[in-house]
């Protein structure tokens, strides 16, 4: 077990300041370098989208640092999805079979300041306006700049890189031998749009719902804010190229106003300033980052996005982060030196990363397509019942990636692919459940796949 020594954590972003309360708990010495000015002091610039899904990895991270309360007034319950279609009623599909399923929307950066005063508060240091402009993997170096320009060298004996998708320390460590990194972009990008409060101070939608307007190609979601809005983001492809439409066309004035108001026409009434919005609002970019291994001996490690960064479809970059949290600290428990932590933190992460960022592409097309087809309303009606049924056995793979922490990304992959193909297979020549003999679907799925593993961690 460790309980001390000296860590540098590099960005205190969601995954470094968890992972500082959790190491600063232990008694570990932790020092935070961030690049960003205090974000408490309302200084931060525009970070990544505005509000996330968290899910049941993210809360045990939470739970983890013994903060699984501390942002309740920041959360909004989403059991399901409500689909805008372009004309007609809308329609509001359950997440789960099971009640107590719920996915959250939370504020960014709420969340993120709550972390930085609750790692203050467990005694690590941040360093604010430190931003790491290189690193020597040889020697531990990192030169930083601050915001006014002035340079400084700092040893880190130990690193942890939680620096983002665009990992600096990721970049350094490419140019070492053995090392493999590739990022990828999607050639889909995303704009978010505000949708404010109504004039009562109320939701504008219904409160508790992930909205999506799909449509094939592209899609908008909105997550809703405690305050009665919602931020809304429209994900589509960047140009031609990779796909129609794309943002590319939006070339003369008000055109992007005229694709919002005949794609998503319940949206304009509820948003005055939309054409500013569309006009000011930067394009995101997307993509998927992947490299083996995270880390060089007992010295540098990488975790969160700067190792395993993927498209947000599936809403799980932070929850998968927090799971590498509570993993890389259960390992601190089970061993005595850093550099066996760091070699099996890299070894079991690596398969659970891979299989996240393949669902997270998959449910790209499941949210803006599928969700439409008839047929996934009976799969997944049929799943329900088989879950209620044998919870040990099946549980639907969107379930068993958002509500069960205790089963591991790699293995709701696996199952899933079972899984998707047995529901293929019972649904062919069924219009309703009633048609379809759940007890041969039960010892089908006896026959087909074991009991599903759960982690001990
Ligand atoms: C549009 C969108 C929607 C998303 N929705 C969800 C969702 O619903 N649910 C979900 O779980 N995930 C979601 N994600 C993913 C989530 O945002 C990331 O997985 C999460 O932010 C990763 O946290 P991180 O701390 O590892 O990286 P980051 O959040 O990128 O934090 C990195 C930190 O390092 C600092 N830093 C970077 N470079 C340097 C440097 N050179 N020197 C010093 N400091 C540096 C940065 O300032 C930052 O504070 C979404 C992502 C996007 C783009």
Sequence with gaps: MIREGRITILGAGLTGALLAVLLARRGIEVTVLERQTDPRRGTVTA??????????????????????????????????????????????????????????????????????????????????GARCERFDPATGTLHLVNPDGGEATYQAERLIAADGAGSPTRRALAKQPGFETSEQLLGHRYQEIDIPAAANGGYAMAAE????????????????????????????????????????????????????????????????????????????????????????????????????????FHGQGMNAAFEDCVVLDSLLDAHDDWGSVFREFSAVRLADADAIATMAMENYVEMRDTVRDPRFQLKKALAFALEQRAP??????????????????????????????????????????????????????????????????
């Design 47 to 128: 970070g990544r989208s505005i509000n996330l899904a968290m899910a049941a990895r993210g809360m045990r991270g939470l739970k983890r640092a013994g903060l699984e309360h501390a942002i309740d007034d920041l959360l909004c319950p989403m059991p399901g999805r409500m689909l805008h279609p372009i004309a007609g009623d809308l329609e509001f599909q359950r997440y789960s079979g099971n009640e107590d399923d719920i996915n959250y929307s939370v504020s960014r950066a709420g969340l993120n300041n709550r972390l930085i005063d609750a790692a203050e508060r467990a005694g690590a240091t941040i360093h604010f």
């Design 209 to 312: 719902a992930l909205h999506i307007w799909p449509r094939g190609g592209y899609m908008l979601i909105a997550l809703p804010n405690p305050g009665g809005d919602f931020t809304a983001t429209l994900f589509m492809a960047e140009d031609e190229a990779a796909g129609t439409p794309s943002f590319s066309a939006w070339r003369t004035p008000g055109a992007a106003a005229a694709f919002v108001a005949e794609q998503f026409p319940d949206v304009p009434p509820l948003v005055p300033d939309l054409a500013d919005q569309l006009d000011a609002h930067p394009l995101g970019i997307l993509g998927n980052v992947r490299c083996e291994p995270w880390h060089i001996e007992d010295r540098v490690l990488l975790i969160g996005d700067a190792a395993h960064a993927i498209v947000p």
């Design 392 to 457: 040990e056995h099946f549980i639907p793979r969107y379930s068993m990636v958002m509500f069960h922490a205790d089963i591991g990304y790699a293995t709701a992959l696996e199952r899933g692919r079972v899984q998707a193909a047995l529901l293929e297979r019972w649904t062919e020549t069924a219009d309703s459940l009633d048609e379809i003999d759940l007890d041969h679907c039960l010892a089908e799925l006896g026959e087909a796949l074991a009991p599903i593993p759960r982690a001990s961690v």
